[in-house]
């Protein structure tokens, strides 16, 4: 258990190590315009994982409360998203998925700098990063906020070949039609599943646009994997791998980041090889 409150002042411009991070990741500080105080609550208080909230302050401003998955409040503060996430609360998971996908790429025919990436719940383009760093010329965000088109653009301009903001759980003929064009022989989902943000059903529609022998790189709590998961992720993941519907490539447990009060969450990240689509 870490002490109850942690604070974290980062300066722009101020380098700073995020644990975990590739080298050549930028961390908060480069992308944080102001200073930003983050303040955790008190560990006694037992908060589950969908309602996590700190204490924000920027520059001289007035200390507001942000819940974590109030994404539009996170992505309007440049740097704030990987300040909490990645600097107070050690997330490793954009680093993380990227890793194993580079692991599962030298078991295939596809090169790096030939991936087609549609990126599902994009956010501000931590995953985009990492997958430029790997290789990947073309990515196409897709993320059902605004806010996290604007934060994509602001802090990491260039990454996404496209971002386009809809909720993957209605796409239209039309959209369906166009991001077709694409070809994606490969998909990345990252922090993204489960907790209110995506369902099954934009998570299947997502799959379903990667060509067959593509690559489907995603994560998701441990919890959402076993016997009493309520939100259709353990059934379909259990399917997938047992239909023969896609060929597992690299599994791995690991501390996703901490939660407020310091405790390891822990997530399960996996690349499959697409051998069929999955039925809507
Ligand atoms: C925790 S963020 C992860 C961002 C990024 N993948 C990362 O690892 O930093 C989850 C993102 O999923 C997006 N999201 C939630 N539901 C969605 C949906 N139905 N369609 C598209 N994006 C969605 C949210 O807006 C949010 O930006």
């Known amino acids: 258990m870490q002490s ?31 200073s930003l105080e983050i303040t955790l609550p008190d560990s006694s208080e037992e908060v589950s994982q969908a309602l996590e909230w700190c204490h924000v302050r920027v520059g001289d401003g007035e200390q507001c409360r942000i819940r974590f998955h109030d994404y539009d409040a996170v992505y309007l503060v440049p740097g704030l998203y990987e300040q909490i996430f990645c600097d107070v ?14 692991d599962a790429i030298e078991d295939t ?19 985009g990063e990492e997958l430029v760093e790997l290789g990947a010329r073309r990515i196409v965000g897709v993320d059902i906020l605004d806010a996290a088109a604007e934060a994509a653009e602001r802090d ?3 990454v996404y070949e496209e971002y386009v903001v809809t909720d993957m759980t209605s796409l239209s003929d039309r ?7 694409f070809d994606f022989n490969c998909l990345t989902c990252v922090a993204a599943l489960g907790f209110g943000d ?12 990667v060509a067959t ?7 998701i709590k441990e919890e959402f994997l076993n016997g009493q998961d309520t939100s259709g992720f353990a059934e379909l ?5 047992k239909d023969g519907i896609v060929d597992v490539q690299e599994r791995e447990r690991y501390r996703h980041r901490l939660s407020i009060s310091g405790e390891p969450l822990h997530y399960v990240a996996m690349v499959v090889i697409k051998r069929r689509d999955l039925d809507h």
């Open 237 to 241: 993941i259990k399917a997938m791998c």
């Open 156 to 158: 990491r301009p260039g």
């Open 109 to 127: 025919e596809i090169a790096p700098e030939d991936l087609r990436v549609l990126d599902l719940g994009a956010g501000n383009g931590m995953v």
């Open 198 to 209: 995506i369902p099954t059903a934009a998570f299947v529609e997502a799959y379903n646009l």
């Open 175 to 181: 959209q369906r039609a166009w991001l077709s064009t």
């Open 4 to 34: 109850s409150t942690r604070e974290a002042l980062i300066s722009s411009g101020t380098p700073r190590s995020a644990g975990r991070r590739s080298a050549g990741s930028a961390t908060c500080a480069d992308h944080a315009q102001q």
């Open 213 to 219: 022998g593509g690559l489907v790189a995603f994560n």
């Open 89 to 102: 609360l050690e997330c490793c998971s954009p680093v993380t998925v990227r890793r194993l996908l580079e």
